[in-house]
């Protein structure tokens, strides 16, 4: 592995010790050195660019950002015609019978802001069954193929707990599950594929690692092998699936795995859904639907016991939350294991609604609200008519965890919402959609410093995945991870964080992708 010297740079080292520097040395993966570049090694300018500790996206999808890059993409059309004539070019193409598997569609954008009725897709693919999941993951539009390959009646569908079924053909939920036997198999060559494709995308958008937030085993031998194949150029934080007991078992017993570039030592566990399709949980009736609450997707005592399994083998839980009963649900439970001085991090993934005496919670149980932006800015629109003006104060209080002393890990849920750090970057600080709106920023009393939002997909995310003494700042013996820039966000005008390029990113010391 090269030595070499990064210099005539920028370097925001978010280091105490030493905040700005203009070198860094750098041999066999490590930093060596700060401002005193070695004679012996060769230099490589930086010609004045912005270098910092490298992006972190701390909620990610690498098998799925890889996958949905070969699906149907609806994800962005602002109408229902726009959408039906996606699929129409799609459905032309497709063999009597072929699955037509699609992604991104997102009612909130369309004109009548309804879900679709059943006719829709009826019509449009008598003989071809369609899985078209909704741009938050929680529910899935689906025809009477579909249905009839499930093997279940719609009724029974319907009544699965933590689901049910919407306009004869919406699936929400756990009622997703009853389409997990039918729909095409992934293997693991496919699950490669998407994973390698995913990274390197990825690198490109100027980030070294992700915590990857639902790995079963397929995801974490494919992995592993495209590690051996070194065709994984990023460090990755495992989250093993909380359903897959089998899959639990054997790392509980054989303990956290830990080499240069995956680390296994997280469970993922889903609570409630999403506020886009009405299934995230909340104490109070949704505005725009009275009689519902949302869904609680796992019940207390398989909760508790999982909980009670992270515990003992010191695994580290982190679990989908975003409705402020959601979140209630997930302390109440957290606050019985880990008690209060404790070290354990556990997250709330999401945390997207929280209540005041719920944030004295996080607080009190060291519990780490890992939050996503990009989030608040794409839902802020239709928030209102969902959960009503006097709830949305409640909504991403990202200055309200800081103000408690409350690291966040900052993620994007990729390809929820598009992976880009700086599209993050940008909502954390001025809570505004691409076009500068609202002027003065949505709920702006959340809005955080530029340091501070920095630290969410550096520092702060490395403390989420037990790497803050090798990673996440600028510092001797830290790992060679870096973003080079084109501008410095901490000195920038807002307007200009958008246009920020990645001019390269660097991961253990190697160039993974440049523009130098």
Partial sequence: MKSYNLINGNIITLNKALP??????????????????NPKYENKDLFGATLIPGFIDAHFHLKNFGKRLQLLNLKGLS????????????VAHLSKGEWLIGFGWDQNLWPSKKYPVSDILNSLAPYNPIYLTRIDGHSSWVNDMAIKESGLPLDEINNIDGGKVINGCIVVDNAMNCFKHCLPKDTKEQVKSWIKTAVLEANKMGITGVHDAWQDSIIVDAIQELINEENFPIRCYGMLAGNDKKLLKKYFLN??????????????????????????????????????????????????????????????????????????????????????????RWRIEHAQMVRDDDLLKFKEYNILPSMQPSHCTSDMPWLVDRIGQDR??????????????????????????????????????????HEGLPKVGWQPQEKISKTNALKMFTSWAAYGGFDEYRRGKIDINYDADFTILSHNLLEIDNSQILDTKIIATIVNGQFVYSEL
């Avoid at 520097?21 to 005193?36: F, P």
């Avoid at 109408?79 to 799609?90: E, G, P, W």
């Avoid at 949305?392 to 750090?421: A, H, M, V, Y």
């Fill in 392 to 433: 949305l104060p409640l909504i991403s209080r990202w200055q309200s965890f800081i103000n408690l002393g409350l690291k966040i890990p900052g993620g994007s849920d990729c390809p929820i919402e598009t992976g880009n750090p700086l599209f993050e970057f940008y909502a954390a600080v001025t809570r505004q959609n």
């Fill in 255 to 344: 303990g956290h795995f830990d080499n240069t570039y995956l680390t296994i030592r997280s469970v993922k566990a889903f609570v409630d859904g999403a506020l886009g399709s009405r299934g995230a949980a909340l104490h109070e009736p949704y505005c725009d639907d009275s009689n519902n609450c949302g869904l609680i997707l796992i019940s207390k005592e398989e909760f508790n016991q999982l909980a009670e399994q992270c515990f003992k083998y010191n695994f580290q839980l982190n679990t989908h939350a975003i409705g402020d009963r959601g979140n209630s649900y997930v302390l109440d439970c957290y606050g019985q294991h880990v008690k209060t001085d404790n070290d354990r």
């Fill in 20 to 37: 700005i520097a203009q070198s860094i040395t750098v041999s066999n993966g490590k930093i060596i050195d700060l401002d005193n570049p």
């Fill in 79 to 90: 109408s229902l015609d726009d959408v039906i004539n996606a699929i129409q070019a799609k």
